[in-house]
């Protein structure tokens, strides 16, 4: 899929709704799904999984901004939007049904991002122990500038230093976790937490 393809995706109008016909298009291979937002009614589509996946951003995946284009008979229409809710089958990691989010391409909106940690931290090079507390963040920017990840360096954290989400920054995007929310924090070496008690008792 080449570039200018991303995020283009065939949709059709659905008449009908239940349980019935849901089970009734996925035995033809075809999901369930819903468009809503901006003031306007909602409209139940008949959607290819298949066509889906190929149209997402192999970067941002559930975060692809789409263009919608929607048949109805022998009309087509335009809808630009985002996907906001999906069900799928743990088993076999198929999309079951989705729910689109009409969104205006020049106003933000928020979704979550993985958070991707590398490097190795000079306190763990001295014998401590990294520990990692966040796997996603919750961002604000426009459809089309959706973060792929917050990429965290963890290599300059010494031992006993922690690392907040106010240390870290997005291009085009708002990270909106607080910012003492911790990302990472290395622990002091074994023999440095024993030599630290050993000074406590002492004073006592």
């Known amino acids: ?24 298009l996925r035995a033809q291979g075809l ?10 009614g909602n409209v139940m589509l008949t959607i290819s999984p298949r066509e889906l996946r190929r149209a997402m951003d192999p970067r941002r995946k559930l975060n692809t901004f789409f263009t919608l284009n929607i048949q109805s008979g022998d009309s087509t229409s335009v809808e630009q939007c985002v996907l906001t809710d999906y069900q799928a089958d743990p088993i076999r990691d198929e999309f079951l049904h989705v729910d689109f989010l009409r969104v205006d391409p020049n106003n933000e909106v928020v979704t979550k991002i ?13 014998g ?5 507390y966040q796997r996603t963040v919750r961002v604000s920017a426009k459809p089309a500038q959706i973060p792929v990840k917050l990429a965290v360096d963890v290599t300059p954290l010494q031992a006993g230093q922690t690392l907040r989400m106010k240390d ?10 607080h ?3 911790v990302v990472a924090t290395v622990d002091p070496p074994r023999a440095a937490k024993a030599a630290g008690a050993d000074d406590k008792k002492k004073k006592k």
Do not use: F, H, W
């Not at 059709?12 to 019935?20: H, Y």
């Not at 993985?114 to 001295?126: K, L, Q």
């Open 1 to 24: 899929m080449t570039e200018s393809e991303i995020g283009k995706l065939n949709v059709q109008i659905r008449e009908n709704s239940g349980k019935g016909v849901a089970r009734k």
């Open 179 to 181: 910012p003492d929310v």
């Open 168 to 177: 870290l920054s997005l291009e085009n995007a708002t990270l909106l976790e």
């Open 128 to 132: 401590g122990k990294l520990r990692t």
């Open 114 to 126: 993985p958070v991707e940690y590398s490097g190795r931290a000079v306190g763990v090079v001295a």
């Open 31 to 40: 999901i369930p799904g819903v468009l809503y937002g901006k003031g306007e």
